[in-house]
């Protein structure tokens, strides 16, 4: 691999060979991020790379579309069955696409849509003014109920009764909690709406059955094949048989132009490896170390956003710290621990500052890391914390996150090395 780069584009492989060396030791808790096992990188580096085509199988705009129809098929079959699904379409190119699909399939431009506020974990697709979603559609956010700073589902009636949107939106980007879809699904029912899950960030969890599934309440359900489902770079989206030819339609020509076969090779082995007692293993391994980890964190004097997690991340105040979530973030950079700054429910601050960080258990989970390991790096963060100005006691912890990183070294057998 990267043997003919190597020869043809040193600057560009140098490039690549310094950002292995950051993600063989490094010490990874970005919540969106995995480590995808080493098929991903070979099928996205594949052959169907070279094929262009449109259109869906039996039914295609260019020739030679034989193998093409046998691997899309196979892609979503494979999404079907591990979702339980009565209809996938597996060419969204991300999940920020995949939403775009929906969109596309149900919606025409000035219609209303209602999803999470962004400050409050929701995401940019969701209906934010700054992104295309915002701009094309007339949009109402719902938010977290300041105590509990949880989802304030009676809030979110109360608002989808009077704004009456044709699509309510459900999942987010940073909230450590279930959400209640069968409530989510009866609300939008209520109020006349579609009803859309974004299950981006727990789709692995939810694949693995330790998340709830959105699967039976909505009627679509899109996604990212990255996040926790630790796979190809790409989306997709899942829904009731009934909304099967509007949303290929609202996939290709609605939103999309042609497909991305390597990455659909990839999306394949994906939900594929997402049935196996491995993968599952890891999962509920996840879950069990961002719950470890936010203890370890409490115990330390930090405050997280609703007392814990129920997923794959936990949202850190850290103001009893007193210091910015762009300070946390930045000291922890330096050490070698990857986090994002990252606001709180209500934050005072604005989002380049934030009061808090997200921090997620799923990379160095894959990477072999227990229960043990976040205590360990809970007292890291909490040692960053406490010292973010002070260079030396930096240079100090850095030395034994390395440490505890090279014990953790991402393994793709001599696929680097033996170049
Ligand atoms: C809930 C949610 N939906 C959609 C997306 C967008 O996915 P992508 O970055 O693949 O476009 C994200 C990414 O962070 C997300 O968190």
Known sequence: MLRSVRKSDKELYDIIMREWGRQKTGVE???????????????????????????????????????????????????????GA???SVQPHSGSNANQCVYAAILKPGDRIMGMRLDQGGHLTHGSKANFSGKTYETMSYGCSAETERIDYDEVEKL????????????????????????????????GAYF???????AGLIAAGVHPSPVPYADFVTSTTTKTLAGARGGFVLCKEEFAKK???????GAQGSMHPHIMAAKAFTFKRALTDEYRDTMKQVVKNACRLGEALTARGFRLVTCGTDNHLVLVDVRPKNITGLQLDTALDYV????????????????????????????????????????IVGGLINEVAENAENMSALDSIKERVQELGSKFALNYPDYYEAE
């Open 29 to 83: 808790m970005i919540a969106s991020e995995s480590y995808v096992p080493v098929e991903i990188l070979e099928l996205q580096g594949s052959i169907f790379t070279n094929k262009t085509m449109e259109g869906f199988p039996g039914n295609r705009y260019h020739a030679g579309y034989r193998h093409l129809d046998e691997l899309e098929t196979l892609c979503i079959e494979r999404a079907k069955e591990l979702f």
């Open 86 to 88: 009565d209809h996938a």
């Open 160 to 191: 989808a009764m009077e704004f009456r949107p044709k699509l309510l939106i459900a999942g987010a980007s940073a909230y450590p909690r279930f959400i209640d879809y069968e409530r989510m699904g009866s609300i939008a029912k209520s109020a």
């Open 196 to 202: 859309m899950v974004d299950m981006a960030h727990v």
């Open 247 to 253: 949303l290929d339609k609202g996939t290709f020509p």
């Open 336 to 375: 070698g621990i990857t986090v994002n700054k990252n606001q709180i429910p209500n934050d005072p601050q604005p989002p380049m500052i934030s009061s808090g960080v997200r921090i997620g258990a799923t990379a160095m989970t894959i990477k072999g890391m227990k229960e043990a390991e976040m205590d």
